[in-house]
T-cell receptor, first 116, second 114 residues
């Protein structure tokens, strides 16, 4: 299993450009999420999905779109990049099991995005 | 929305010293997860606590969940240089429903002097 993969690893964009960050998982997990990580801010949830065709907003969704057409893929689209979107982006997948709702999130290696 | 406060923000220790990070909330936590992120790496799941007063151990790491489910701690005994990284706690956002929606603390960055 490759786990959670993300591409690209690094990206530089100019203000106003658009792009898609790719995320894929091969563990057949129902849940997938996108986070951004900024210095001193921890991880903040952007969007998440509980299954193919179902997505919802997280804490900081503005400026980002997602879709989930398959269980495996969960791309994140930046519509019009802004310097405030300079960050490290992590995709994660998880499944729930057991009586107590145990689950763990598996994170991808991240995409380091710089918007100039 | 729910907030999870984590202290301290930074901790520097000599190798062999103990280390503790705390996670606090003003509201009852649904459950607590702990993650470790090495410098330049991605978060890696360590453990999940779900029951009031729960204590779990993983070798030199001890995780506790408060009786009132409003706080949690991670204690590392006799730190090693391999423990370097940032430790995050996370809770599910119960107000929005769904265990897939995590709220992370800002993390405690641990450095270890050999």
């Amino acid at each position: 299993n490759a786990g959670v993969t993300q591409t690209p690893k690094f990206q530089v964009l100019k203000t106003g450009q658009s792009m898609t960050l790719q995320c894929a998982q091969d563990m057949n997990h129902e849940y997938m999420s996108w986070y951004r990580q900024d210095p001193g801010m921890g991880l903040r949830l952007i969007h998440y999905s509980v299954g193919a065709g179902i997505t919802d907003q997280g804490e900081v969704p503005n400026g980002y779109n997602v879709s989930r057409s398959t269980t495996e893929d969960f791309p994140l689209r930046l519509l019009s990049a802004a310097p405030s979107q300079t960050s490290v982006y992590f995709c994660a997948s998880s499944r729930v099991w057991g009586r107590w709702g145990y689950y763990e999130q598996y994170f991808g290696p991240g995409t380091r995005l710089t918007v100039t | 929305g729910q907030q999870v406060m984590q202290i301290p923000q930074y901790q520097h220790v000599q190798e062999g010293e103990d280390f503790t990070t705390y996670c606090n909330s003003s509201t009852t936590l649904s459950n607590i997860q702990w993650y470790k992120q090495r410098p330049g790496g991605h978060p890696v799941f360590l453990i999940q606590l779900v029951k009031s007063g729960e204590v779990k151990k993983q070798k030199r790491l001890t995780f506790q969940f408060g009786e009132a489910k409003k706080n949690s701690s991670l204690h590392i005994t006799a730190t090693q240089t391999t423990d370097v990284g940032t430790y995050f706690c996370a809770d599910t956002d119960g107000t929005q429903g769904g265990s897939e929606k995590l709220v992370f603390g800002k993390g405690t960055k641990l450095t270890v002097n050999p």
